[in-house]
């Protein structure tokens, strides 16, 4: 079973909410990841989580907060976003972080409007 | 130059017909390769692994040129469905986070 989990598929949310993404995996994966994609874009890499710690930032801004509290669940919190914020958020998991072979297996995505 | 590079298309091939695709990456570091393909407005999904020795999935072949950091995608007898964005995806750093092309778009028509 190569299945990641996000919720909600959908968020409309204004400039000054608070809201979070949640993703699980049960593939016993030790690498979770979350993305961002822009139509027409490929995924760009915002935050890598190996076993359970934050291991890559990729200067994304403070208004999203990643947070993983056991190795099956990820999420993403979300306070005082910009339009420009809207896109797909994706999420991904692999077997093993150190070792690169393994393929990232990747949620449905959470597609975000902010308004 | 850029990381990955692909042809973005459109490619519009009949039913049945051969279609390949190309990548070229910069990172010679680079260990692990995969093919992804993303239907419009759905998630990355694995196609295949890409090895240097090259790999045959059914309709799909993958190969790997290292001297030259060139992958490639062949696809025989296209169906409809095959009709999506493939991605060429390298590895980037240890953490083995990807690093994506920006897709080749496939229209396969009846």
């Known amino acids: 079973d190569t299945e990641v989990t996000q919720t909600p598929k959908h968020l409309v949310m204004g400039m000054t909410n608070k809201k979070s993404l949640k993703c699980e995996q049960h593939?016993?994966?030790?690498?979770m990841y979350w993305y961002k994609q822009k139509a027409k874009k490929p995924p760009e890499l915002m935050f890598v989580y190996s076993y359970e710690k934050l291991s890559i930032n990729e200067s994304v801004p403070s208004r999203f907060s990643p947070e993983c509290p056991n190795s099956s669940l990820l999420n993403l919190h979300l306070h005082a976003l910009q339009p420009e914020d809207s896109a797909l958020y994706l999420c991904?998991?692999?077997?093993?972080?150190?070792?690169?072979?393994?393929?990232?297996?990747f949620g449905p995505g959470t597609r975000l409007t902010v308004t | 130059r850029k990381e990955v590079e692909q042809d973005p298309g459109p490619f519009n091939v009949p039913e049945g017909a051969t279609v390949a695709f190309n990548c070229t990456y910069s990172?010679?570091?680079?260990?692990?390769f995969f093919w992804y393909r993303q239907d419009c407005r759905k998630e990355p999904k694995l196609l295949m692994s890409v090895y240097s020795s090259g790999n045959e999935d059914g309709r799909f072949t993958a190969q790997l040129n290292r001297a030259s950091q060139y992958i490639s995608l062949l696809i025989r007898d296209s169906k409809l469905s095959d009709s999506a964005t493939y991605l060429c995806v390298v590895t980037g750093g240890s953490q083995g986070n990807l690093i994506f092309g920006k897709g080749t778009k496939l229209s396969v028509k009846p």
């Open positions: 990172n010679s570091a680079s260990q692990s």
């Open positions: 991904a998991s692999s077997q093993e972080p150190r070792d690169s072979s393994y393929e990232q297996y």
């Open positions: 593939m016993g994966h030790r690498a």
